[in-house]
Structure formats: structure tokens, C-alpha cells
């Protein structure tokens, strides 16, 4: 009796060791769980329409309609503005050449003054548009705001000037081939802005040169 006493006291103190190692790494597990639910909030991605989605959507909805490639104009116009909106804001911000602030200040207020008209002639043709943009769009942002300096400035600009001529070859076609007549009069309408705007970005890159 005498010998079992003395297992018992040698043990006991090592079970409850044992039990409170396993209660600790439960512990440790629960904590690190949490921790991954917590990145996962912080990190997680915008769920809004982007340019893919809204085409998606719409190829839905004007599967049998003359609207369907008046979408497609729509959509990749909307994106356009999102992009060169992100951009010129980003830049005032960046930059620190008063030509090149006051020109992404005067693009970023026109290009926000045609997202919304063209918002707005969307949603009365049920048209539906990108409200974010897709990753890569806001990747090549960052990118080039690692730049500094006069780098920066001549990077940015040469950007502005290769998206208004995309955007000119675009709503050139719209204001041709678009069958809304009223899609079709405001990419028209529209179109000789966007080319004095190319014309305000060119004369910023030889100022730079």
C-alpha cells in the first residue's frame, strides 16, 4: 500500500504536466487562428463590379440587343475614367512640380465631371459599369508612385499621354459605331475634350524634357 501511495505522488505531477502542455498548445492554435481571421479582415479584397464583371452582366442582359456592343463601349469607357481619376489624384499628392499638379488637378476634375455623366446615360440604357478597378489597374498605379522626382513627373505624364490616346481611339469608334443615339452623341461630344487633353499632356512632356 505503502509503495502504491508512492507511484501515485510520483505521478500525479506529471499528468497534470502533461495536461496543462495540452491545454497550452490549444491555447497557442486558438490564438494563431484568430491572428489568420484577423489578416484575412484587413487584407481582404474590394468586392465591387469591376470592368470583367459588368461585361459579364451585361452579356447577359443584351444577349439579343444592339446594346450589347454599346456596352462593351460604356464599360471600357467607365473603366478609363476610374483609372485616370485614381491616377491624377494619386500624382497631386506625389508630385511636387506645379505644372504637373495643376494638370492632374484639371484631369482629375474633367475626367470625374464625364464618369458621372456617363454613370448616369448608363443607368437610364440599364447599362450596368465597373464601380473599382481590377488589381492589376491599381497595381500599375503603385508602381509608378515608387518613382520620385522628375522621374515620377516624366513617368506620369508619359502615362496620361498613353491612355488619352487609347481612349481617343475608343471613343472615336464609339461615336461611330455605337447604335444609342444618345451613347453615340456624348462619346462624340466627349471626344474633343479628351483630345485637348492630350494636347495639355504633350506640351507638360516637353517642359519636362
Not at 506529471?14 to 484575412?40: E, H, K, P, Y
Not at 487584407?43 to 469591376?50: I, K, S, Y
Not at 492632374?104 to 459599369?129: C, D, F, P, R, Y
Request: hydrophobic share 40%; charged share 30%; aromatic share 4%.
Amino acid at each position: 500500500m505503502k509503495q502504491i501511495k508512492q507511484l501515485a505522488a510520483f505521478f500525479l505531477p506529471l499528468a497534470i504536466g502533461g495536461m496543462l502542455a495540452c491545454n497550452s498548445g490549444t491555447n497557442r492554435t486558438t490564438t494563431d487562428d484568430t491572428s489568420t481571421v484577423g489578416n484575412q479582415d484587413i487584407t481582404a479584397v474590394d468586392t465591387g463590379m469591376t470592368k470583367g464583371m459588368a461585361q459579364d452582366v451585361n452579356k447577359d442582359k443584351f444577349s439579343d440587343d444592339s446594346l450589347r456592343d454599346d456596352a462593351s463601349f460604356v464599360t471600357k469607357a467607365a473603366e478609363d475614367g476610374m483609372y485616370e481619376v485614381k491616377l491624377t489624384t494619386d500624382a497631386q499628392a506625389k508630385t511636387a512640380n506645379a505644372g504637373v499638379k495643376k494638370l492632374a488637378a484639371h484631369m482629375q476634375k474633367a475626367h470625374e465631371k464625364a464618369n458621372k455623366e456617363l454613370a448616369g446615360l448608363a443607368a437610364t440604357k440599364s447599362i450596368t459599369v465597373p464601380t473599382v478597378l481590377p488589381q492589376g489597374k491599381t497595381d500599375d498605379i503603385n508602381r509608378l508612385l515608387e518613382k520620385s522626382g522628375n522621374d515620377f513627373d516624366k513617368a506620369f505624364v508619359e502615362e496620361l499621354a498613353d491612355k488619352h490616346e487609347k481612349a481617343i481611339r475608343l471613343f472615336e469608334d464609339a461615336s461611330k459605331d455605337a447604335k444609342d443615339p444618345e451613347l453615340k452623341a456624348w462619346f462624340a461630344k466627349t471626344l474633343p475634350e479628351l483630345r485637348n487633353h492630350l494636347e495639355m499632356v504633350k506640351k507638360e512632356q516637353i517642359k519636362l524634357k
